[in-house]
């Protein structure tokens, strides 16, 4: 590593050490339980990556990290939407048509070199992380269409996934046209990137634990003619 990915390494962990701490603060996980076990897994991962050098290692941290992040998904779509089932049913849907749409891609376009941002792997992370992203902002549409009620932490806990997983989305795909030459660009790209979502969930524990209930952070729905609770 030189200076630049070195300090982005410790920002980064300090930052997720410092949210780790905030969430074991009494209720403050029931938040959202999946990313918890992100932040606790990213970090304990990210140390032995630092320690252990292993590439096989690093490929299964942030494939199973990809994973925790369709499992925080699931949870915010549940919490989130829980008074509107159809909304939550529509998100979820598409979810599903998002998952079923990237493995045709994925079978339609099959990597076969081993070098890590060309192979099989590589491929599985990148879909993976773009499902989620396509779920994330399918999420955000419906929040601002019926103008829901959502809590700041959440706010704050999707805008931190807005900001991390469309760039490092946009670096995989850069990284996948100009080659192996823009390898480190592409992972200062996403280091930056990550650091500043950290950041921006540090908000998420720390105004929750000004406000034990926090209130919502957006206008309430019940003027809005096209409110799905009317619908049912």
């Keep these: 590593m030189n200076k630049l990915q070195q300090a982005l390494a410790v920002a980064g962990l300090v930052l997720n050490f410092i949210l780790i701490l905030l969430a074991l603060r009494k209720g403050q996980r029931k ?84 070098e890590w941002w060309y192979s099989l792997r590589f491929d599985m992370h990148s879909k993976i992380l773009q499902t989620a992203c396509a779920v994330f902002l399918i999420m955000t549409g419906s929040i601002l269409y019926y103008r829901l009620q959502i809590t700041i932490p959440q706010k704050y806990l999707i805008l931190g996934f807005l900001v991390s997983q469309f ?15 823009s390898r480190i660009a592409v992972s200062y790209f996403n280091s930056i990137f990550f650091v500043l979502a950290l950041a921006i969930w540090a908000r998420v524990y720390w105004q929750y634990g000004k406000n034990p209930d926090p209130i919502p952070s957006t206008g309430g729905c019940l003027d809005n003619p096209h409110d799905p609770g009317k619908a049912q």
Excluded at 32 to 60: D, K, W
Excluded at 64 to 72: E, S, V
Excluded at 170 to 176: E, N, P, Q, R, T
């Design 31 to 114: 938040i959202c339980y999946s990313f918890f076990a992100y932040l606790t897994v990213s970090f304990v991962s990210s140390l032995i990556v630092i320690r252990t050098n292993s590439r096989q290692f690093y490929v299964a941290k942030e494939i199973f990290l990809d994973l925790l992040t369709i499992a925080i998904v699931l949870e915010l779509n549940r919490k989130i939407f829980k008074l509107f089932p159809r909304v939550r049913m529509t998100n979820f849907l598409g979810l599903v048509g998002s998952i079923l749409f990237f493995l045709i891609y994925h079978w339609l376009t099959p990597q076969t070199n081993v």
């Design 167 to 181: 760039p490092m989305a946009l670096g995989f795909a850069i990284a996948a046209t100009t080659g192996r030459d």
